[in-house]
DNA sequence: GTTTTTCGTTGCACTAAAAACAACAATAAA
DNA sequence: TTTATTGTTGTTTTTAGTGCAACGAAAAAC
């Protein structure tokens, strides 16, 4: 048993309304033949009479009276579901499930989503972050609308909305001896330094990675991670530096509590932030509006 | 705006339960495409994408999800009345609107209405008492399911189910001077004792105006009233008799407050108590079964 | 009391909408 | 790269809803 005919309803709605089969088969420019049929077969699926017909037109039985209380209540829960939708499309209600690089999240946050949250306050957010590997993941399942990753791998399940340069820095906490290093650097000097990086399949981690086998290098890695937060933490105790692109850091170079310096070593500048979604998928009308913020956000490094 | 088509919510509901267009079809015994147009048909009438369709089958979006979450809201709330209405026709629910003339009220409440009250304990009613003009436009104009009066008027748009020779009879007080007549009773003899009687227009007092007039007497009436319960205790107190079907004062002879003689006179046999209802109109269950006790009740009168 | 009007209903022909059938493009699995 | 499965789209067929006309009943008008 499924729900009852709209037509039916409005049918019988509109005749007990109005009084008449025919007054109301007038209102709504059909036969009186229609309505009366209708109002019938509605009779006939729910078993039961519904209005008693006869010398004046028509009136409600008792059964009737329930079933048209329950039109009334079902109409008003209607409505308030098409408003729903509409805010739903308004953006003024929603959830956006966004997967990104630790990396990303203290800009994200603090930047195009701080904006884009006030522009549309009903919105809620998954956040989950991973590395590069996960993210792609997550967006492929669908269990993410968005990601953001660094160097995300060519993959024909994921489509690539922005692509940023994002060269890697050589972070230095600011009273540190290295922080006189002048730039250029050197890569030779890089290795000297104490460093704490990034694991592989981090993304900046398999990056690094990359240029250690191709200048056939190492570098002097006191520390190996997952956690970007450790990173940060053992450049302020000035425990050595580390490897990442400045967004990561924005807060704290602002802070004056890590500086950032250029290393003119090209493959250094190979890492790329990528705006990602699954190829194919149609997102929600939310999370196409927050991607447009996104891109805006990271196109503002491209100028730099 | 009225409701959404079964159809449609059907399909909708099936094609996310199964998580795919294809297996859904398969189940309701139709073919894929009539799934799909009739979902997309319903995502047109709502102005919102309801399911993401892609590579794995189907999943819900935002809106599909509160969309469905109003229908199985809504589908509760139709079992819910279908179960009202099993109940109104089992008989264990319903109302049944009574008009009846004052003196049926005492046989009536006590005996066939208790009776069937018992029967179906669900049922609720309406009892409105009138004269007997009362009671027919009551039934004519529908305010009342059914109708019980004394002596009614032939009329095309009312249907007598049942009537049943109600003679009028001499109530007196056990222990009055009166109680000593004998029976049979003669004329002129009654139009010595002061009495109470009904007005006209409450069907007894429109039959005893019709014997003053046949048998050119006057009654010697103290007590001009349209309540059957002033008649009772103007006996009772024994300020005189009056005139009223045995029927009307069953309790009252069990009692032993008031005793009823017979009076030969053929005129006071001519009242008659009267089952009505609407011509054509078709009764509620309720209403019918209840009319079927009555009749059984008003039976038990013809035999004596 | 009779006629007239208005009510809801029913039979039949017709039209418009829903469903079946078949083929298609896209995607995931092998 | 191939194969199988998914949802979709033309096209034809079938179904169900609709309009038209006439009917019987009943209230209203005369």
Known sequence: MSGLDPNQTQYLSLAIKVGTIRGAAEL???????????????????GTTLIERGRKGVRLTEAG??????????????ESLQSEFSALQQLQRGTISLSVGEGFIGDLVSTALALFSKEHPGITYNITYGSTKQVMHDVKT?????????DAIPDKQIKTLTQVKQPLRLL????????????????????????????????????LNRIEGLH????????????????????REDMGVTFLP??????????????????TVPEF????????????RRLPDAAISLTSYLQQHMSTYKKK
């Open 65 to 78: 009276d329930l079933l048209a209380a329950y039109l009334r209540r079902q109409n008003g829960e209607l």
């Open 246 to 263: 400045e967004f990561v850091v924005v807060r704290e170079i602002l802070d004056k509590q890590i500086i950032a310096k250029k290393i």
């Open 142 to 150: 669908d269990r993410a609308h968005i990601g953001l990753a660094y």
């Open 269 to 280: 500048s190979l890492g790329e932030s990528h705006l990602i979604v699954r190829q194919g």
């Open 216 to 235: 056939n290098i190492q570098f002097n890695a006191v520390v190996k991670t997952n956690s970007i937060a450790v990173l940060k933490n053992f450049v």
């Open 172 to 207: 230095i906490a600011p009273h540190s001896q290295y922080a006189k290093l002048q730039e250029p650097l050197d890569i030779k000097e890089l290795t000297k330094i104490p460093c704490a990086i990034l694991n592989r399949g981090m993304g900046i981690g398999t990056l």
């Open 28 to 46: 709504l420019g059909v036969e009186p033949s229609t309505v009366s049929r209708q109002i019938s077969a509605l009779e006939k699926q729910l």
